[in-house]
């Protein structure tokens, strides 16, 4: 087995061993994720927020994959049917692989560059105060596709990572 934390056949093999309960997980959350991050940037239209700046093309598929790969980060957190116990002696509890917190706090991030993302540029307060609103058209705008990918890939790195390490061998203590 590779020594490599990411792998797309591992992670292939965790999503191909997933029940029911954690694919709805997994839908619920990029359900969640996509009314969390789109319904506040209007980019999903409602009378609660309105824009100032129309939505972009590029919106639309930014918060769909934010909201799939979303939804497959959380799913990771949900812990797999318990195998029939058996007779064993005393082992040490399954323990989380190493970097896994890391890797949550990357989809984390990714997330909230998401949110800024599809963003109306002159609607966020935190921009509007430091840019002003032409910087944030100026500046801003033209950053947020990028700031778009950068989101995405943390995803998906996370999703991988996490994806990875439910597939790995889990090594017991010698007896």
């Known amino acids: 087995m590779s020594s490599s934390r990411r792998s797309l056949s591992r992670a ?5 061993a997933w029940r029911t309960r954690q694919w ?3 839908g619920l959350g990029a359900l969640a994720t996509a009314v969390a991050v789109g319904v506040p940037t209007d980019v999903v239209p409602t009378p609660l927020f309105g824009r100032s700046v129309p939505v972009q093309w590029w919106n639309y ?3 769909a994959l934010t909201a799939v ?3 497959l980060v959380l799913s990771t957190y949900v812990r797999p049917p ?5 007779p064993s002696p005393a082992l040490p509890p399954a323990t989380q692989p190493p ?9 984390a991030v990714g997330g909230v560059l998401s949110f800024f993302a599809v963003g109306c540029p002159v609607c966020n307060k935190l921009v509007l105060v430091l840019l002003g609103s032409s910087g944030a058209l100026s500046y801003w705008a033209p950053l ?4 778009a990918v950068a989101s995405v890939a943390l995803l998906a790195e996370a999703a991988l990572r996490r994806l990875s390490a439910q597939s790995r061998c ?3 203590a010698a007896a």
């Open 69 to 71: 790969l979303a939804g």
């Open 170 to 172: 889990t090594v017991t």
């Open 12 to 16: 292939g093999e965790a999503l191909r």
């Open 82 to 86: 318990a195998p029939a116990p058996t």
């Open 99 to 107: 970097g896994t917190v890391r890797d949550g706090r990357m989809g």
């Open 144 to 147: 947020q596709p990028l700031i």
């Open 61 to 63: 598929p930014a918060l």
């Open 24 to 26: 709805l997980v997994a």
